[in-house]
Nanobody
Framework: QVQLVESGGGLGQPGGSLRLSCAASGIAFSINAMGWYRQAPGKQREWVAT???????TYADSVKGRFTISRDNAKNTVYLQMNSLKPEDTAVYYCTANRHSVVHWGQGTQVTVSS
């Protein structure tokens, strides 16, 4: 049974930082591409970042230079370090695991950026 469990969401201040974690089980973590998506109220879900099994990272333009995705294969965990937060980063953030186009999703964690 595949499980992706996000944590680390909450309230962040504009210009501040938060770090999200996603612990995976039931998959061969090291060979999966791991990603983050987000969905703001009233908007479609959008891709945020991906880290491939070899370590290559890609980012949406809206977060490039502010967010960093990383992975710890020994802990089966992927992280999203979010710096210079903006109110428009407010969303539910979802972790994904992708192997040969089979995608698993976490349940999501709420991030709210507000003063």
């Amino acid at each position: 049974q595949v499980q992706l469990v996000e944590s680390g969401g909450g309230l962040g201040q504009p210009g501040g930082s938060l770090r999200l974690s996603c612990a995976a089980s039931g998959i061969a973590f090291s060979i999966n591409a791991m990603g983050w998506y987000r969905q703001a109220p009233g908007k479609q879900r959008e891709w945020v970042a991906t880290i491939f099994s070899g370590g290559t990272r890609t980012y949406a333009d809206s977060v490039k230079g502010r967010f960093t995705i990383s992975r710890d294969n020994a802990k089966n965990t992927v992280y999203l370090q979010m710096n210079s937060l903006k109110p428009e980063d407010t969303a539910v953030y979802y972790c994904t695991a992708n192997r040969h186009s089979v995608v698993h999703w976490g349940q999501g964690t709420q991030v709210t950026v507000s003063s």
